[in-house]
């Protein structure tokens, strides 16, 4: 039982930076109805500068290598719209495409070299349990993530411009929104923070240039499992996923591991499926 506790916390505390990587996923489809699958490369880029130039210096390069990576797509975005082409799908294409380049830039650039950062040489015990420090770190950053995020979508005059933007464009520009201009912004926050777990992940367990995917879809599936409109949800899917993948890797092997978080995503989806389902056609 004191085993599966101690699997418990160690996958909440990694599962804070899945639900970090989900606040972009939740801001960019609240404000454009679609979603960046680029947050994994603009994590890797961050994490390759701040490793590359150190020091604080180095992470504040970072944050911005992301932030011209997200503007990258913002740009891509803006060109979609103006030639018409404003499907969802297209742009999430794009955002996979830029993923695309942005890994084989790492690769030519740095090569298969690792990136990390040492943080702490000591751990705490807590109960027993012997955690880094940086892993509360980590759970920290995101909680003061997702509040802010929370509090600029669902409690300022700016969140509101944002969810109208996605659920009624023309609406809102006739409104006298800046629609594009919004939707831009969106973007480069959502960069951002993707640029600030690429950071806090260099920190903890470090990557390399073969990370954009498997962080992308851990973000995806933290976004969506308790529905992607919610900033808390995502959170909370993130924390779900790193408990059953900390869980799945002390007790099974690591074929069935890796499986594990995808199938309890794809679980928990189902299950919300069939009891939609199932009350679907019920009188109120």
């Known amino acids: 039982m004191f085993q599966l506790l101690e699997y418990g916390v160690r996958g909440l505390l990694s599962g804070a930076v899945y639900g970090l990587l989900a606040l972009p996923m939740s801001l960019l489809f609240l404000t454009t109805g679609t979603i960046d699958f680029a947050v994994g490369a603009y994590a890797l880029i961050a994490a390759a500068v701040a490793v590359t130039v150190g020091g604080v210096a180095g992470f504040a390069a970072g944050i911005g290598a992301a932030l011209l990576a997200a503007a990258l797509m913002a740009l891509v975005f803006v060109l979609l719209k103006r030639r018409g082409n404003e499907d969802s799908i297209t742009v999430a294409l794009a955002s996979f495409g830029l993923a695309v380049g942005i890994a084989s830039l790492v690769l030519w650039r740095w090569s298969t070299q690792a990136f990390v950062l040492p943080s702490f040489a000591t751990f705490w015990d807590v109960g027993g349990i012997r955690i880094s420090p940086q892993g509360f770190i980590n759970l ?34 006739l ?110």
């Open 140 to 173: 920290g950053i995101a909680l003061a993530m997702v509040g802010l995020l929370y509090v600029v979508l669902y409690r300022t005059d700016l969140g509101r411009m944002m969810r109208a933007a996605a659920v009624n464009p023309r609406g809102a520009e």
């Open 175 to 284: 409104a006298g929104i800046p629609v594009t201009r919004v939707q831009c912004g969106a973007f480069l926050a959502g960069g951002a923070v993707a640029g600030l777990a690429g950071l806090l992940i260099v920190c903890s367990s470090g990557l390399d240039y073969t990370i954009p995917l498997p962080l992308t879809l851990a973000g995806f599936g933290a976004a969506i499992i308790f529905g992607i409109r919610s900033p808390l949800r995502g959170f909370a899917g993130g924390a779900a996923m790193g408990i059953v993948e900390a869980v799945s890797a002390g007790y099974a092997s690591s074929v069935v591991a890796s499986l594990v978080p995808s199938l309890f995503v794809l679980a928990v989806l189902s299950a919300q499926f069939f009891f939609q389902s199932r009350f679907s056609g019920d009188r109120p």
